[in-house]
C-alpha cells in the first residue's frame, strides 16, 4: 500500500498548499500573490458551462506557463501514438489480440504508447482513441500535456507514479488514474516494467453516470476518488515539454521543471479510484442487466444516454439469477466496444483472452460467449455462484473504431478469432 497522502471525492473543489502562505484568501487572483508566486488558471471547460459542469483550477507557481517554447514538431522516432484518420478502412470483423509484447528497447511511458484504435475527431471534440502504454523507463526530463483530450489509465501490470502540477499519484494493476486535458505530467514506471490500457477522450471529461431508478448509492463512489496534494520542485536546466495537439507531437524546451506549483484550488485535477470498490450491482431473480450497470466513468454526447465514450468494468461478483443463461448474451450492438483483461478471466471466454490482450467489437459486429463457454453456460447447476479472480475492461463508444496500421499489422493480431464460435452447432428441433 502507499503511504501517499490524497484528497478524496469526485470533482470536489478541493484546497491544498506545499508551503503555507501559498494559496491567497479570499480572492484567486490579487495583486500580488504570496511566497511570490503567479496565479494562473487552467480551464477545463468552456467559462460558461452550468455550474454543476464548470472546471477550473487556480494554480500557484514560481513560474507561468508562458515561459515555455517555441513549439516545433517532434525530432524523434516516428511515434505510434497517433489520431485518427488512419490510412485502411477496418472491416466489420470481430478482432482479438494477444497481450502486446514490451519493445525490445527500453523505453519511457511516452515513446511506450501504441495506438491501437480510435474513433471521431480531437479537433471536433468527439470520440476517442485507445492505447496500449509500456514503460520500461522514466521520463527523465521529459514532461508532457495532452491538449486533445483527456487520459484514462489503466495498469494492468507495473506501477506507474504520475508526477502531475497538481500532485502524485501512484496507480498499479486494479486502479486507474485520470490526467485531464492540458495538465503536465510524467509518468514513470516504479516496477521494472509497467503495462496497461488507455483511454484517450476527446470528448466532455469523464464524470460519474446518473443513478437513476438506482437510487443515490452503488457503482463508483465519489467518496472513493482520491485527489493529489500539492507538491513542486523548484528546479532548473534542461527540460523538454512535448504537447499533444490536433493530432501531432511537439516539442518545447524549457530551463525550469513545470511542476512548480505550490498551492492550487479548484474542480479540475488528476485523479485515481480503485476498481475493487466499485460496488458491483446486479440481477437477483431472473435474465442480467445490460453492462451498462457496470459504468465507472461516463463521457457524455450531445444525444442524452448516448456515451462518447463510458468506461465500463465487470468485476468479481455473485451470479445468482434463476433459470438464465449467466454468461454475456449474444449480441450486436450500436455501440462500438474496446476490452481488455487486467486479471482472471472473463466469463464469455475460456480461452484466448488474456490480460494485457485486446478484443474489438465494433458497431452491429456479433460476438459472446465462445462455444466452450456456452456449452458449460447451458449445462451446468445453477447455484449461487462468485466469479472470484476476474477484472475485465470496456471503453465503450457511440463512434465506431478505426484499426490503427500498428494494430492491424501485429504480430499479436489472432489470425483465429472466429473460430472461437465454429463450435456452435444448430440444436434446432422442430418438435
Ligand atoms: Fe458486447
Known sequence: MSSREYQTGFGNHFSTEALSGALPQGQNNPQKVGLGLYAEQLSGSAFTVPRAQNLRTWLYRIRPSVLQG???????????????????????????????????????????????AGNGDPDGYRGCATHIYFATKSMGSRFFYNADGEFLLVPEQGRLLLRTEMGELEIGAGEIGVIPRGVKFQADPLDPQARGYVCENYGQPFRLPDLGLIGANGLADPRDFCYPVARFEDKTGSFQLVSKYRGHLYQADLD????????????????????????????????????????????????????????????????????????????RNCMSEFMGLIRGKYDAKQTGFLPGGVSLHNCMTPHGPDAESFEKAVTSDLKPQFLSDTLAIMFESSLPFQVTPFAAGAKELQKDYLSCWKGLKSHFKSE
Request: net charge negative; glycine share 4%.
Open 256 to 331: 525550469h521543471s513545470p511542476l512548480d506549483v505550490v498551492g492550487w484550488h479548484g474542480n479540475y485535477a488528476p485523479y485515481k479510484y480503485h476498481l475493487d470498490r466499485f460496488q458491483v450491482l446486479g440481477s437477483i431473480s431472473f435474465d442480467h442487466p445490460d453492462p451498462s450497470i457496470f459504468t465507472v466513468l461516463t463521457s457524455p454526447s450531445e444525444i442524452p444516454g448516448t456515451a462518447n465514450v463510458d468506461f465500463v468494468i465487470f468485476a468479481a461478483r455473485w451470479l445468482v439469477q434463476t433459470n438464465t443463461f449467466r454468461p454475456p448474451y449474444y449480441h
Open 70 to 116: 517555441p513549439f516545433r514538431p517532434i525530432e524523434r522516432a516516428p511515434s505510434l501514438f497517433k489520431s485518427r484518420p488512419f490510412q485502411e478502412p477496418t472491416a466489420p470483423n470481430a478482432l482479438r489480440w494477444d497481450p502486446f509484447s514490451f519493445p525490445s528497447q527500453p523505453v519511457d511511458f511516452l515513446d511506450g504508447l501504441h495506438t491501437i
